[in-house]
């Protein structure tokens, strides 16, 4: 009940988000939660540049630990920094009051934030901050106007400002190029693809076998129905 509370939440915020921010172009990226090395970088990059501000507390480190292919050793070591316990949920140490006092507004929780946003809506987001020195955090974006939200992600992508065409272009360099920290917000987004909707790759597993029980079915009942109908008119 509470992740359904939670999910409609972020459905009715995103559709004022979106009319607020007008008609933004956005950039298609293609999800594979199938792919565990991408999901291993992405849950590198969420536990170390998002983790400190916005949780995920309907993910636990162990459930994750398994649909990433990681044992429990590994998760600890490299991806829990907030907690001890493997069984714990991706929650975070910043109080709610004291993030809306020096942001202005208190962080959402990212555990559905896929499926209430869209990943072409993450992935557009993620990749358009631009200088702006009109806001209090010095940049602006595309597809969020007016964001609270800084450009944590500077030192990557480094920083993009506006010309003349309001085109966005490189202003300053960070440590990836163009297409490298692209391929690090895709695994970042398909990560929060996996995380919005963890059971899906159980589904997925599961849909062959169905598939092949109603073809076993078929080539059952398809005789048995020709062989009871056969002297009907």
Avoid at 132 to 137: E, F, G, I
Avoid at 213 to 220: E, M, T
Wanted: proline residues 3%; negative net charge; glycine residues 4%.
């Amino acid at each position: 009940m509470r992740s359904l509370v939670t999910a409609c939440f972020f459905m009715l915020f995103s559709v004022q988000v979106m009319a607020a921010s007008g008609d933004v172009q956005l950039d298609h990226v293609e999800i594979d939660i199938t792919d565990q090395a991408s999901l291993q970088r992405g849950a590198q990059t969420f536990v170390n540049y998002c983790l400190s501000c916005h949780a995920a507390s309907f993910m636990r480190y162990n459930r994750m630990a398994k649909d990433l292919g990681l044992t429990d050793d590994q998760v600890k070591d490299n991806l829990m920094f907030a907690s001890d316990k493997i069984g714990d949920t991706m929650t975070i140490a910043m109080r709610a009051e004291d993030a809306e006092k020096w942001f202005g507004v208190t962080p959402p929780d990212l555990s559905v934030i896929a499926r209430a946003r869209g990943t072409d809506w993450l992935y557009t987001y993620l990749r358009t901050f631009y200088l702006d020195d009109s806001r209090p955090m010095g940049t602006n974006n595309v597809a969020f106007k007016d964001v609270g939200m800084p450009h944590v992600l500077w030192e990557q992508q480094g920083y993009l400002a506006k010309n003349e065409n309001g085109e966005l272009v490189q202003e300053v360099k960070g440590d990836l190029s163009q297409h490298q920290y692209n391929e690090m917000i895709h695994d970042l987004v398909n990560f929060l693809a996996y995380i919005s909707e963890p059971s899906k790759l159980e589904r997925m597993a599961l849909a062959k076998w169905v598939l092949l029980y109603l073809i076993i079915f078929f080539l059952v009942a398809y005789p048995l129905k020709k062989a009871f109908w056969k002297n009907v008119h």
